[in-house]
């Protein structure tokens, strides 16, 4: 075998204009045949300069040559990122797209095309490349036509990682896939085969997949009438828990700016998803939890909805999943929460003055294993006063034992997190310091107000705040009330919501250890 497959590697670096199609087939055979039976061929093949040639050999017109090429190439570059970032860079993707193209009605070389995408698919720098060919358009056509599971798989699996790039989503949005993707669900809903389950779920987790590109989610939502978005509507209140965590991360991922918020709260999307969270109080399915609190906290988002919101009863509905035990849940329940109280004061000092609520903060914001859930338990207690003003809620806070976490708050790494940590503090102590005062000197604020005036890395607002809170500390009695530059207090933007993920990985991601996530694009939390 060995002298053969010598004799083989020359035959086919020598490849002349005349070589004929059997005399390459017989050597590529025979290379097949040794990689096949030794996995250590591969070294030898590379170390003797076969990959280009046989990368040229992709331009062969032979159907069977072609099958052959594609076939060694996979075998010597499989598992080697390095090997097959040689292979991008000698331009062999769009190379396979043509083929793939040209031969869609040979099954054997659109596999094998398939195969090789979704090898390379995986490395970053081939998307780039993907996205400047018509790949979206030719898989699009090719899934069309299958009727087996195991080709529909197959394609799929290619779909998925090409689907993260921006560019190739909204190309395979423009191709149809959606349409695709609409249509088996629609056909497995129903079914209870092992099959259609996992069909259902890849189609409709793709789905999500694609509402993660902004240009991708505005095309399909077409000012809240696109069909798309009506069918999406329509998963909410199904019985399939997979379509039920679908459709709310479909609608966590419209909410993404304030003008699909304001549309979609406006035409009645509020009752539907606390209807959903209803259905999963008691012992019901977290990932679905916690798809429906992202989608609710996005949407409380924009200034005109909050009132709307809270006159729904969404504080409510949200409070009933104060007993969860999951950190994804509290970390969205948390934040749902800290979007419908900005500016709301009546609903600020409502929730303020719930001492199960404030209790519950307090337990969290000593939840050192889980920071997101840990920071927006502290961000939630600030909001508390910030928004309400009130002596009862303050009065509640220290009752609970909460101070003391406002004021390590205010050495927190994030800057916004400690202005408003210094801005709740200095509320207090113009409101009601004799309350707070035990506290406060327990937590030892004044070293701390110390270190970060003599700090040189503090940020001008943090030095800023800590005066306003000093004078306050000072002039208690006697002081007019604190004045705070808003742009230290404003509401965060929506999150971007993927799915899976056992923490929402906020791509989020939904970065759930930070203090200022975006509008998210949401992931669910089941990874």
């Not at 292979?87 to 193209?101: H, Q």
């Not at 919101?309 to 994804?328: D, I, N, W």
């Not at 337990?363 to 009862?392: P, Y």
């Not at 970065?511 to 509008?519: G, I, L, V």
Request: proline content about 3%; glycine content about 6%.
């Amino acid at each position: 075998m060995g002298d053969n497959l010598s004799e083989a590697l020359k035959k086919l670096k020598i490849i002349s204009t005349d070589s004929t199609a059997d005399s390459l087939e017989e050597c590529l055979d025979c290379l097949l045949q040794a990689l096949a039976q030794n996995k250590f061929m591969r070294n030898p093949c590379v170390d003797a300069g076969l990959i280009p040639p046989l990368v040229q050999l992709l331009n062969c017109k032979d159907q069977e040559v072609l099958l052959h090429t594609g076939r060694a190439l996979g075998n010597i570059c499989y598992d080697s990122h390095t090997l097959q970032s040689q292979l991008i860079n000698m331009g062999v993707i769009p190379t396979l797209v043509k083929l793939l193209g040209v031969h869609c009605q040979n099954a054997a070389l659109t596999e094998m095309c398939l195969v090789a995408f979704g090898n390379l698919a995986e490395l970053d720098s081939s998307k780039e490349q993907f996205a400047y060919t018509n790949i979206a358009e030719e898989l699009v056509k090719l899934f069309k036509k299958q009727i087996e599971h195991d080709k529909k798989e197959m394609i799929f699996e290619v779909l998925a990682p090409l689907a993260e790039n921006d560019v190739i989503k909204l190309q395979l949005v423009e191709a149809g896939l959606v349409e695709c993707l609409l249509e088996i669900v629609q056909k497995t809903v129903d079914s209870d085969k092992e099959d259609d389950i996992a069909e259902l779920k890849t189609a409709s987790d793709l789905m999500v997949l694609l509402l993660l590109g902004d240009e991708s989610m505005q095309k399909l939502f077409e000012g809240g009438k696109g069909s798309v978005f009506q069918r999406v509507l329509s998963w909410i209140p199904s019985n399939s828990h997979q379509l039920q965590l679908a459709g709310a991360l479909a609608i966590a991922n419209f909410a993404r700016n304030d003008g699909n918020c304001i549309h979609m709260v406006d035409n009645g999307i509020v009752q539907k998803l606390m209807d959903l969270l209803d259905r999963h109080v008691e012992d019901g399915n977290v990932t679905v939890q916690h798809a429906a609190l992202s989608a609710l906290r996005n949407l409380a988002i924009p200034v005109v909805n909050k009132a709307k919101m809270l006159s729904a009863g969404v504080a409510e509905a949200v409070l009933k999943f104060l007993r969860s035990e999951m950190p994804p849940v509290q970390f969205k329940l948390l934040g749902t929460l800290r979007m419908l109280i900005d500016a709301q004061a009546e609903a600020a000092e409502h929730l303020g003055k719930n001492v199960k609520l404030v209790e519950r903060l307090v337990e969290w914001c000593e939840t050192k294993d889980h920071a997101g859930v840990m920071g927006e338990s502290n961000r939630l207690l600030s909001a508390l006063i910030r928004h309400s003003k009130s002596k009862d809620v303050i009065r509640t806070i220290v009752q609970s034992g909460g101070i003391k976490h406002l004021v390590t708050m205010a050495t927190s790494e994030h800057v916004i997190m400690q202005n408003e940590a210094l801005v709740a503090l200095a509320l207090i102590a113009a409101l009601d310091l004799v309350t707070a005062e035990k506290d406060l000197e327990n937590a030892q604020l004044v070293q701390i107000l110390h270190r970060l005036l003599s700090d040189d890395r503090s940020a001008p607002e943090i030095k800023y705040n800590s005066m306003v809170l000093i004078c306050a500390l000072i002039g208690s009695g006697e002081a007019g009330p604190v004045w705070v530059p808003s742009r230290f207090t404003r509401a965060c933007p929506q999150e971007k919501i993927p799915t899976g993920g056992d923490t929402p990985r906020d791509t989020h991601k939904d970065s759930d250890d930070s203090p200022e996530a975006p509008q998210e694009d949401v992931e669910s939390a089941e990874n």
